[in-house]
């Protein structure tokens, strides 16, 4: 039997419908705040993403499926979704051309990583990314949005983490200051960090071992680097938050594990996740659109894990959509009437099923049961000689003898 890779999941029915209330509500609240879907290759030239991320970032360094093509150009398949989103909006110039664009994505993304709860190598997020304006609203309103999702769903016990990690000339003094603390605390850093102390310092402060977390507990923190203005926007970006009753933790070691995020970072966080615990998470870019060789053009977006938060809401009371009426009959001219009454009601937007092979009554009724269909509608012999039908409601138990016109009234 040919089996699928590791770190690669089936989607089956039974989860299909809680997975798709969770992409529905966010396209909901996307179309709220007017954000505008784009659809991204899942593939792209492996610069995207080395010019994009960094090079010394974890994703670039170790995560990526990179692979040649027939011409021996280097592909890769995208590990997120904004280096995708930018290069798209500085390929298509006539969209970079307005004074602000609101989009929207969704879809797969592929790292190679050990795969455990939460974390796969195929996996999926919806993403939003506002290009064109620096005021802290929309760092605001980008946090507000996944808030939104996350409560329409009905996701508890989380938290936001916030920070800001300022800008490139505020963050080179702190930089030089943090490499000072962490030199000193050489021979306690993991080998990744120790690397990273002469390519990355700050990445020093992604690290999940737990001899670098501890001593991230002691280091320099940013909100003491800060520029005036770089101060001065997170101050208006913790003022919206609080107005609006959004409540958030500031985190001054939060810095993402990504190298163009300037100023605002966030997380959405969890312990109901173990060792994966964010849900989501996002912050502003400045500077990635000239990376691309656009116009110095600000941005600030956010991505969120469809499967860490169908893990989330997979024992919730969520009831999904239901078969409207399975037809149940006994064959010949009874399977002749049903198909008609049974194409009547699909026409008017109805769902329904039916076993053509009829298999007797008892044995469609558990068919009945096991598509969850709200009603039955039975044509047997008797029915077909009074043109009638029997409709029964198949949580109350109760039924009636109705004729055939007037079943959409009692659906």
């Keep these: 039997m040919i089996r699928k890779p590791p770190g690669i999941e089936d989607i089956f029915p039974d989860r299909i419908e809680l997975w798709n209330r969770i992409t529905g509500t966010a396209r909901h609240i996307f179309k709220i705040y007017n954000y505008r879907e784009v659809i991204l290759p899942v593939m792209e030239y492996t610069e995207v993403f080395s010019r994009g991320l960094g090079d010394e970032t974890d994703i670039v360094t170790k995560e990526m499926f990179t692979f040649q093509d027939r011409g021996e150009r280097s592909l890769t398949l995208r590990p ?33 990583e050990r795969p455990q709860r939460g974390r796969l190598r195929q996996f999926n997020q919806f993403g939003a990314e506002l290009f064109g304006s620096d005021h802290p609203f929309y760092d605001f309103e980008i946090i507000a949005i996944m808030d939104s999702i996350s409560k329409k769903l009905g996701i508890e016990e989380y938290r936001l983490l916030l920070n800001s990690i300022g800008c490139p000339e505020c963050r080179t003094p702190y930089i030089k200051e943090l490499e000072l603390y962490y030199q000193s605390h050489k021979d306690e850093l993991c080998d990744d960090c120790k690397r990273r102390l002469h390519t990355n310092p700050l990445r020093l402060l992604d690290c999940k071992v737990e ?37 958030y933790t500031e985190d001054p070691y939060l810095v993402r594990g990504l190298d163009y995020y300037t100023r605002t970072t966030f997380e959405f966080v969890t312990h109901r996740l173990g060792g994966q615990n964010a849900f989501a998470a996002g912050g502003r870019y400045n500077n990635l659109v000239e990376t691309f060789e656009g116009k110095p053009t600000p941005a600030v977006g956010f991505a969120a894990g469809i499967e860490r938060m169908y893990l989330l809401l997979e024992d919730s009371e969520f009831r999904g959509e239901q078969l409207d009426v399975y037809f149940v009959h006994s064959g010949g001219e009874t399977l002749v009437k049903t198909l008609e009454v049974l194409q009547s009601l699909r026409d008017r937007g109805y769902s329904c099923d039916i076993d053509p092979n009829g298999r007797g009554f008892k044995n469609q009724f558990k068919k009945a049961d096991r598509e969850k269909a709200r009603f039955t509608v039975i044509i047997g012999e008797d029915e077909l000689s009074s043109e009638t039908c029997t409709i029964k409601n198949m949580d109350s138990g109760e039924q009636k003898n109705i004729n055939a016109s007037d079943i959409p009234a009692n659906l």
């Design 80 to 112: 997120e979704g904004t280096a995708s989103m930018v290069r798209a909006y500085v390929e298509n110039g006539e969209y970079n051309r307005l004074s602000t664009c609101k989009f929207f994505y969704c879809g797969p993304m592929f790292r190679a």
């Design 211 to 247: 001899s670098c977390v501890t001593l991230r507990q002691s280091a320099p923190k940013i909100s003491n680097f800060l520029c005036d203005e770089c101060a001065d926007h997170f101050t208006l970006v913790k003022t919206y938050l609080d107005h609006n009753n959004i409540e």
